[in-house]
Nanobody
Framework: QVQLVESGGGLVQPGGSLRLSCAAS????????MGWYRQAPGKERELVATMSRGGTTNYADSVKGRFTISRDNAKNTVSLQMNSLKPEDTAVYYCYANGPLIPATWGQGAQVTVSL
């Protein structure tokens, strides 16, 4: 199995920036897709951004041009740089990973709050 540990998040004013990081441990040799999802109060969990081992990215339309996902395969980490944050970005952000030998795996979640 794989374990995911997130860091980062917090409170930021609208227009500000935050960075989330996630480190994977365990059977990392079989990691395929890593990325981020988020869940706001009263809403379903939604995709934010993912990246394949080969570098192919997928972004939600709502974050394109503002968020950037990056990945270090050697260190088994994935990060999310979030710029120009808006109040509607407020949510719990979850690191995600899967692979041919790994079921969908989630981190513990990191709170991101965008408010004055």
């Amino acid at each position: 199995q794989v374990q995911l540990v997130e860091s980062g998040g917090g409170l930021v004013q609208p227009g500000g920036s935050l960075r989330l990081s996630c480190a994977a441990s365990g059977r990392t040799f079989s990691l395929s897709v890593m990325g981020w999802y988020r869940q706001a109060p009263g809403k379903e969990r939604e995709l934010v951004a993912t990246m394949s081992r080969g570098g192919t990215t997928n972004y939600a339309d709502s974050v394109k041009g503002r968020f950037t996902i990056s990945r270090d395969n050697a260190k088994n980490t994935v990060s999310l740089q979030m710029n120009s944050l808006k109040p509607e970005d407020t949510a719990v952000y979850y690191c995600y990973a899967n692979g041919p030998l790994i079921p969908a795996t989630w981190g513990q979640g990191a709170q991101v709050t965008v408010s004055l």
